[in-house]
């Protein structure tokens, strides 16, 4: 079967049934890493350096759902399947609990909280003030998240607010692409800074498409 058919073969509605099963499929999907990460650490087989490993690892996972989260719109404007924008809830708040991970094991494991070190870090260091910054935009979108929040905020605050997961977006490839810069490893900073560009510069497409079209 071709990919063209079986996307014509998705309906734009799941059952209910066939949608429950695949939401905690994706959800589990999303938590495998954190499970082998987990694992690791059992069997003590995270490596010569396993605080790095584990930072980075969480790191990496976070960016990577931070994708998968942005490609919802997109899939689904393409696609027409309106099930997508149900998924895309789990898929930022799985998100967010990999990048609190991600600052908890930077701040806890490798800096035992010495909060007069993490501060001279996040100033001195600018792949951490853009880390911690993303992380704090990240924040009020988790916490608004919930349908109640939606009714309390309107619909149009609330997309507004969350029109902030772009510069989350942003300042995530700066965090993972200055840190990388150190290393002079730049094969998977331009492989995620591509898919960041793909994802916001559709969006930003989407925008002036109207303007475009009447000029």
């Not at 995530?172 to 990388?180: E, M, Q, R, S, V």
């Not at 490893?185 to 303007?211: C, H, K, M, N, Q």
Request: aromatic share 12%; charged share 15%.
């Amino acid at each position: 079967m071709s990919a063209a058919r079986f996307l014509a073969g998705v309906p734009a509605a799941l059952p209910p049934a066939v949608f429950r099963r695949l939401w905690w499929a994706l959800l589990a999907l999303a938590l495998l890493p954190l499970a082998r990460l987990a694992y690791l650490t059992a069997t003590g087989d995270l490596g010569a350096n396993p605080v790095e490993f584990v930072i980075r690892s969480l790191g990496t996972w976070t960016l990577v759902l931070l994708c998968a989260t942005l490609t919802v719109t997109p899939l689904r404007l393409l696609t027409g399947w309106a099930w997508l924008l149900r998924l895309r809830r789990m898929l930022g708040l799985t998100t967010f609990a990999y990048a609190t991970l991600h600052l908890l094991a930077f701040a806890g494991i490798d800096h035992r909280f010495d909060w007069a070190v993490l501060w001279t870090e996040v100033v001195k260091r600018p792949y951490i003030t853009a880390g911690v910054a993303a992380f704090v935009l990240l924040l009020p979108l988790a916490l608004t998240s919930s349908n109640a929040m939606v009714r309390r905020l309107g619909g149009r605050a609330w997309q507004r607010l969350h029109r902030l997961v772009y510069l989350v977006a942003l300042l995530a490839i700066l965090h993972y692409g200055w840190h990388k810069a150190g290393k002079n490893d730049y094969a998977a900073v331009s492989v995620y800074a591509t898919a960041i560009g793909l994802l916001l510069g559709f969006r930003l497409w989407r925008w002036l498409a109207p303007e475009r079209k009447g000029s």
